[in-house]
Every structure is written in structure tokens, then in C-alpha cells.
């Protein structure tokens, strides 16, 4: 390991410190998880019935049970571009707060779409390149997974069609302007281009739009082009497994500085931010060490914390694969918070399976408090934070406050996934005392659990 060059409150590592292995917890589970379910033939899902969206190296990691998957040369080049990415103690931000304990941060905003979803999209994007497809279609929410693939598309000289969320691309204009910049074409979820969101607006022509129903359209205009392939910014295990990056980074960090987390945080929509820094610890946890990991979620869309841990379509038109995970349902359509990347009605099948099995905690938070305490962290620690990310934030302040008063010290980490930069009318509608707390009401969630698939 290379010689750490850090000052009193940042950790850096050097390139060749850049992990060249991905983790894959699946090797280390106490128990096996559920298999996916084909939508077409009520049974598991096949190798044959993937490949209509993904290339053969992605199958396999989705299925795979081995521990380490080896990174290839060409996406260790590209990751390089902006890996390692550093560990930050907030000692501003911990005295703003005035608590004793620590604070550190793993900040995912260097790379090029300013978030931590490039250490999957250059994976995605590579895989599918070197098997001769030249173009993908995706979905956004908030826009952070359409600009990665954007990005990585260009990096790889590929196509890219980005199927974005209605209600973000009229809150997030400067997303589309970013992707458009990287020669994405970028079109507003529900559309006319596809049966699914011609159907959504037939029924509702005013519909804000869901992650759902883009995945739906991203995903059958894929399996109608022999030309195009599906990449997916979140769920599905090998995303999981290419943002494992992150947790593997964030350990040789605190082994430089002697020291180790007692709590980690990060924000969960789909699971990958937190499945990537919390999941290289769970299996120091499976081992025997003592650490808690809490995935962070809106009181507005509580997958974990009030869904259903069952089977479920991964989108609304039901073209995906069942999976096992905790839902809202598949035809949820979210309220239109500011936090557009944390929409999502479902969660990753290995981040409900810990969750399931007790291996992780969960909480919800509100919107007025991720801005409360986003906007301190900005001003303390000079970082506009994503609002997907302040959740993680508002989570980790709780938690020292509530150290503070319990008279404890710990040492705590949270992801800081992405910046804000893209986000200020959000932190507009906070400042001008426009926003809400909402709290998704439990007869909504138990109406749309009614139909979920018989499996």
C-alpha cells in the first residue's frame, strides 16, 4: 500500500491502492436468497431469458457465488480517472452540532458525473462494448444513474437513450443539459415512445412519472432493438457488486489511521451506495466484528421500513424479473419529493435480505430534516450534498446527537454518494419554506401490496 499523504482530517490513498477485485457478499451469506422469477413462466429466471438485456459477464456476476470477481484492465483504467476517492473527517461539521463523536465521510462526488454511479456504469458499459453492443437504453431518477451512463457510454464511444423520470426532468433541468452534453438523448418518463408509457398516459395524462415505469420503458425498447442492451443503475446484485469499490476503499483508509466505524450510514433507493460501502463490512460483521450499517430512506417512499418483504415486479409493465425484496408494489407512484433518486418502490434483493435477516438496520427521515442538516453540512464542510445523500447526513447527525446525549462516543461513517450542484431548486423550495413533510400513508401502501404477483 502506498504511503498515506494525509492531512489532520483527510485520508487519501494512492492509484495503485484502487481496489482490483470486486467483493460479492452472495459468497458469504448465512443463508441463500431467493431466486428471480421469469415474468413469462412462473419459474427461475434463466441465462437465456437475460441475455435479451445483458451481456454474459453480467449474468454470470448476478448469479455468481464466488467471492472476489476480478476487475478487467480497461475499467480499472477508466475508475482511475477519479479513484481513490478520499475519506474526510467532519470536525466542522461535528462541532456545528457540538457532539464528541466522530464523523467521517467517504465522498463519492469526485468522479465525472459528480456521484458514485460511474463505478457501475464503466463496468456496464464495458461489458456490454466488448460483446459488440454499441448501444444502451436507462432509466433516471434524479438524473445521477443517466448521467454516469452518459458518461460511460462517451468514454466507450457507445449510444445512450435515457428514459428520465418525469417529475425530476422538470425539477432538474441542468441533468438533462449534463447528459445532452455527453450525447445522451434524454426523454421525459411516462413517453409516447413506448407501450408502457403510452398506456400510463392514457390513464393519467398528468402522471409525474415512477423509476417503475421508466425501467418499463427502457427496458422494452431494449428487447426490441437487437442493437441495444438495458443497463440498470441500482438493485440488481451486479451493481451491487461493481459499487463495492467504495466499502473496500473506506477500510484501508481507517486501517492507515488505526481506526474503525462503529455505525455506517448511506442512503438507499434501490441499495447500491449502501450495498457498495456497507457490504465489504458485513462480512467483517459475519466474522465476528462488532459494526451496525443503517440504510437511510424518505419517510415518503419507506421501502424497508414499511414495505412488504416479497416477490415483486422490478417495474410496471412487468417485464423484468420477479424479484424477492421488501415493496411498496410495483405499480406505487411516488410522491414528487426532492430526493428523486430514492423513489424507487422496491430495494435490492441482497439489501432486503440482510435487512431480512437482521444483519442491517433501516430508518426513514424527513424531508425537512435531510435539508436541515444538508444545508449545516454545506456550510461547515464547504460540500453541497445531494439530497439523496443528506439522508445519509441527517441519519449520521441523529445519531451523534443522540451519542451526546447517551453520554457514548462513537465513530461514525456515512457515504456522501453525490453533490448538489445539480440540485439548488430543491434547496430553493427548502430555503423559500416551500417544502412539506410527507409521510406515505399506510392505506396506500397496503392498496398498491394487493397486487402484488402469486408466486
Given at each position: 500500500?502506498?504511503?498515506?499523504?494525509?492531512?489532520?482530517?483527510?485520508?487519501?490513498?494512492?492509484?495503485?491502492?484502487?481496489?482490483?477485485?470486486?467483493?460479492?457478499?452472495?459468497?458469504?451469506?448465512?443463508?441463500?436468497?431467493?431466486?428471480?422469477?421469469?415474468?413469462?413462466?412462473?419459474?427461475?429466471?434463466?441465462?437465456?431469458?437475460?441475455?435479451?438485456?445483458?451481456?454474459?459477464?453480467?449474468?454470470?456476476?448476478?448469479?455468481?457465488?464466488?467471492?472476489?470477481?476480478?476487475?478487467?484492465?480497461?475499467?480499472?483504467?477508466?475508475?482511475?480517472?477519479?479513484?481513490?476517492?478520499?475519506?474526510?473527517?467532519?470536525?466542522?461539521?461535528?462541532?456545528?452540532?457540538?457532539?464528541?463523536?466522530?464523523?467521517?465521510?467517504?465522498?463519492?462526488?469526485?468522479?465525472?458525473?459528480?456521484?458514485?454511479?460511474?463505478?457501475?456504469?464503466?463496468a456496464q458499459a464495458y461489458y456490454n462494448k466488448i460483446n459488440g453492443i454499441n448501444r444502451l437504453t436507462t432509466e433516471t431518477?434524479?438524473?445521477?444513474?443517466?448521467?454516469?451512463?452518459?458518461?460511460?457510454?462517451?468514454?466507450?464511444?457507445?449510444?445512450?437513450?435515457?428514459?428520465?423520470?418525469?417529475?425530476?426532468?422538470?425539477?432538474?433541468?441542468?441533468?438533462?443539459?449534463?447528459?445532452?452534453?455527453?450525447?445522451?438523448?434524454?426523454?421525459?418518463?411516462?413517453?409516447?415512445?413506448?407501450?408502457?408509457?403510452?398506456?400510463?398516459?392514457?390513464?393519467?395524462?398528468?402522471?409525474?412519472?415512477?423509476?417503475?415505469?421508466?425501467?418499463?420503458?427502457?427496458?422494452?425498447?431494449?428487447?426490441?432493438?437487437?442493437?441495444?442492451?438495458?443497463?440498470?443503475?441500482?438493485?440488481?446484485?451486479?451493481?451491487?457488486?461493481?459499487?463495492?469499490?467504495?466499502?473496500?476503499?473506506?477500510?484501508?483508509?481507517?486501517?492507515?489511521?488505526?481506526?474503525?466505524?462503529?455505525?455506517?450510514?448511506?442512503?438507499?433507493?434501490?441499495?447500491?451506495?449502501?450495498?457498495?460501502?456497507?457490504?465489504?463490512?458485513?462480512?467483517?460483521?459475519?466474522?465476528?466484528?462488532?459494526?451496525?450499517?443503517?440504510?437511510?430512506?424518505?419517510?415518503?417512499?419507506?421501502?424497508?421500513?414499511?414495505?412488504?418483504?416479497?416477490?415483486?415486479?422490478?417495474?410496471?409493465?412487468?417485464?423484468?424479473?420477479?424479484?424477492?425484496?421488501?415493496?411498496?408494489?410495483?405499480?406505487?407512484?411516488?410522491?414528487?419529493?426532492?430526493?428523486?433518486?430514492?423513489?424507487?418502490?422496491?430495494?435490492s434483493p441482497i439489501v432486503s435480505h440482510l435487512y431480512k435477516n437482521g444483519l442491517i438496520d433501516a430508518q426513514n427521515v424527513?424531508?425537512?430534516?435531510?435539508?436541515?442538516?444538508?444545508?449545516?453540512?454545506?456550510?461547515?464542510?464547504?460540500?453541497?450534498?445531494?439530497?439523496?445523500?443528506?439522508?445519509?447526513?441527517?441519519?449520521?447527525?441523529?445519531?451523534?446527537?443522540?451519542?451526546?446525549?447517551?453520554?457514548?462516543?462513537?465513530?461514525?461513517?456515512?457515504?456522501?454518494?453525490?453533490?448538489?450542484?445539480?440540485?439548488?431548486?430543491?434547496?430553493?423550495?427548502?430555503?423559500?419554506?416551500?417544502l412539506e413533510d410527507y409521510e406515505y400513508p399506510e392505506q396506500e401502501i397496503k392498496k398498491s401490496l394487493d397486487h402484488l404477483?402469486?408466486?
Amino acid at each position: 500500500m502506498g504511503k498515506n499523504t494525509r492531512s489532520s482530517s483527510k485520508i487519501f490513498l494512492n492509484e495503485k491502492d484502487i481496489p482490483n477485485k470486486w467483493y460479492n457478499i452472495m459468497a458469504d451469506l448465512p443463508t441463500p436468497m431467493d431466486p428471480p422469477i421469469s415474468p413469462f413462466t412462473g419459474n427461475s429466471v434463466t441465462f437465456d431469458e437475460m441475455k435479451a438485456l445483458f451481456p454474459p459477464q453480467l449474468i454470470e456476476q448476478e448469479m455468481s457465488g464466488e467471492r472476489w470477481i476480478d476487475i478487467p484492465d480497461k475499467v480499472m483504467e477508466l475508475l482511475s480517472l477519479w479513484r481513490p476517492t478520499p475519506l474526510i473527517r467532519a470536525k466542522r461539521f461535528e462541532k456545528a452540532l457540538g457532539v464528541k463523536s466522530k464523523i467521517y465521510f467517504k465522498y463519492e462526488g469526485t468522479s465525472p458525473a459528480g456521484s458514485h454511479k460511474p463505478n457501475t456504469a464503466i463496468a456496464q458499459a464495458y461489458y456490454n462494448k466488448i460483446n459488440g453492443i454499441n448501444r444502451l437504453t436507462t432509466e433516471t431518477g434524479a438524473g445521477q444513474w443517466g448521467s454516469a451512463l452518459s458518461v460511460a457510454c462517451k468514454m466507450l464511444d457507445m449510444q445512450c437513450r435515457v428514459y428520465m423520470v418525469k417529475v425530476s426532468y422538470n425539477q432538474k433541468p441542468y441533468r438533462k443539459s449534463f447528459m445532452r452534453m455527453f450525447d445522451a438523448e434524454v426523454i421525459p418518463s411516462p413517453s409516447e415512445y413506448t407501450n408502457a408509457g403510452r398506456d400510463m398516459l392514457k390513464r393519467n395524462p398528468n402522471s409525474n412519472g415512477s423509476l417503475g415505469l421508466a425501467i418499463s420503458e427502457a427496458v422494452e425498447e431494449a428487447v426490441g432493438r437487437k442493437d441495444t442492451n438495458y443497463a440498470l443503475g441500482s438493485v440488481l446484485n451486479h451493481v451491487v457488486l461493481h459499487q463495492t469499490v467504495i466499502g473496500l476503499e473506506t477500510q484501508k483508509q481507517f486501517d492507515l489511521i488505526g481506526e474503525y466505524p462503529d455505525k455506517i450510514f448511506a442512503c438507499s433507493g434501490g441499495g447500491s451506495n449502501f450495498g457498495g460501502i456497507a457490504t465489504p463490512f458485513l462480512k467483517e460483521k459475519l466474522d465476528g466484528r462488532d459494526i451496525e450499517a443503517v440504510a437511510v430512506e424518505p419517510a415518503s417512499c419507506p421501502t424497508l421500513t414499511k414495505g412488504e418483504f416479497a416477490y415483486d415486479y422490478g417495474d410496471v409493465a412487468k417485464l423484468t424479473p420477479i424479484m424477492k425484496m421488501y415493496t411498496l408494489g410495483h405499480d406505487f407512484e411516488p410522491p414528487a419529493i426532492h430526493a428523486g433518486g430514492l423513489r424507487y418502490h422496491g430495494e435490492s434483493p441482497i439489501v432486503s435480505h440482510l435487512y431480512k435477516n437482521g444483519l442491517i438496520d433501516a430508518q426513514n427521515v424527513h424531508q425537512s430534516d435531510i435539508f436541515r442538516y444538508g444545508i449545516l453540512f454545506a456550510q461547515t464542510e464547504g460540500i453541497v450534498p445531494a439530497p439523496e445523500s443528506a439522508h445519509a447526513i441527517a441519519a449520521t447527525a441523529l445519531e451523534a446527537e443522540k451519542n451526546r446525549e447517551e453520554g457514548i462516543e462513537k465513530t461514525l461513517l456515512f457515504c456522501l454518494s453525490g453533490h448538489g450542484f445539480f440540485d439548488m431548486s430543491a434547496y430553493d423550495a427548502y430555503l423559500d419554506g416551500k417544502l412539506e413533510d410527507y409521510e406515505y400513508p399506510e392505506q396506500e401502501i397496503k392498496k398498491s401490496l394487493d397486487h402484488l404477483p402469486k408466486v
